[in-house]
């Protein structure tokens, strides 16, 4: 089963995760200084937050997968879209470890398909090995690290 992806970046992630936390009656699943996320299941939405920045905003959207095979199905929807999408490959970001491959839509806003092998490691990660076509990279560019 599929869950959607919606990132977002904040000025004041303090502040942030008060609210969501009130709008979604759910504490982050995950929660770190610079990062919070929650797995909900109504709606089913993989729902995170990165800040501090000086550009909040949507950050990006993304389809997360429960197996390789369903990352298999969302990454050729995303090269049938005929736009610029990165080859899958491994990535450690956003506090997890997995396979993720990217794609950007007509107006430039990047989705991510991706699969999680381990989530809860101790760093938030680094720029995504993924290899990108250059409006993906220009695109992911703008994201704090990988994913955020």
Not at 14 to 33: D, G, W
């Amino acid at each position: 089963m599929k869950r959607l992806h919606v990132s977002l970046s904040v000025r004041d992630i303090e502040a942030s995760i008060k609210f969501y936390t009130q709008l979604f009656a759910s504490h982050p699943t995950v929660q770190r200084e610079d990062y919070a996320k929650w797995l909900l299941d109504d709606p089913r939405v993989n729902f995170s937050i990165v800040g501090p920045t000086d550009a909040p905003g949507l950050s990006h959207l993304g389809i997360q997968v429960e197996s390789s095979e369903e990352l298999q199905e969302v990454h050729a929807r995303m090269q049938a879209t005929q736009g610029p999408v990165s080859d899958i490959a491994d990535a450690t970001c956003c506090y997890a470890r997995g396979q993720k491959g990217w794609a950007t839509d007509p107006q430039g806003v990047a989705w991510e398909g991706f699969f999680t092998h381990e989530d809860g490691l101790q760093h938030f990660g680094s720029a995504s090995p993924v290899e990108m076509t250059p409006a993906v990279k220009e695109q992911a560019g703008q994201q704090k690290g990988c994913c955020g």
